[in-house]
């Protein structure tokens, strides 16, 4: 996992390229100012420009996944909107403030993208999440979501694919079932054995 200042330094790189007009400039400059200070004043100053509205998208998620990833949670609903958001980047970066956030309301926001059928082609870093969380709620919504892609019409092999590993990885046998039916694709079956392997070595079946 990349450091609070690397992840930092690659969203305000990133988002340079979206300002325009020396107004936009110096929002940024200040913003990065607070994210970087990390003072219960600064968060304030933070947490404002959540609050206001007009402030363009980009200030928001710098202020959203500084106080994220400060613990603030001030910033939850914001990476929330942001985690369901159309660009995978940013659903990406918010992903990444939520799981160092802390908020226990969180795995609840992420199994709701998830298994949202009309969301599912947004809903990769929502897994990604879950998995990372190993929250109760994270294996029925993964289950859930996994038997949605498995049944088809619309599979979204990354996303499927990313249940299956959030599934292997926190080797519930409770995902057997589902495992098995995905290895019946191609596209899918690799993964899913491995998945089904994985489970199968720390939970082995009953003999009875």
Request: aromatic share 0%.
């Given at each position: 996992m990349h450091s609070r200042d690397d992840d930092f330094r690659a969203l305000t790189e990133?988002?340079?390229g979206e300002l325009k007009g020396?107004?936009?400039w110096a929002l940024y400059e200040r913003t990065v100012t607070f994210?970087?200070?990390g003072t219960s004043t600064a968060r304030d100053e933070l947490a404002r420009t959540l609050e206001l509205p007009g402030h363009p998208l980009w200030a928001r998620e710098l202020a959203a996944f500084s106080l994220g990833t400060l613990g603030d949670r001030r910033a939850f609903e914001t990476l929330v909107l942001l985690l369901n958001y159309r660009d995978p980047v940013r659903a990406a970066t918010a992903a990444e403030a939520l799981a160092?956030?802390?908020d226990p309301r969180t795995a609840r926001a992420a199994a709701a993208l998830a298994t949202n059928p009309l969301r599912t082609s947004y809903s990769l870093h929502a897994v990604r999440l879950l998995g990372r969380?190993?929250?109760?709620?994270?294996?029925?919504?993964?289950i859930s979501a996994l038997e949605r892609l498995v049944q088809g019409p619309d599979h979204h092999w990354a996303v499927a694919a990313a249940c299956i590993e959030a599934l292997g990885a926190m080797g519930d046998d409770r995902a057997v079932p589902v495992l098995s039916s995905a290895r019946v694709f191609p596209e899918l079956r690799e993964p899913a054995g491995g998945a089904l392997a994985r489970i199968w070595r720390e939970s082995p079946p009953s003999s009875a």
């Open positions: 990133r988002v340079r020396h107004g936009q994210a970087r200070q160092r956030l802390g969380l190993r929250a109760p709620e994270s294996v029925p919504a993964l």
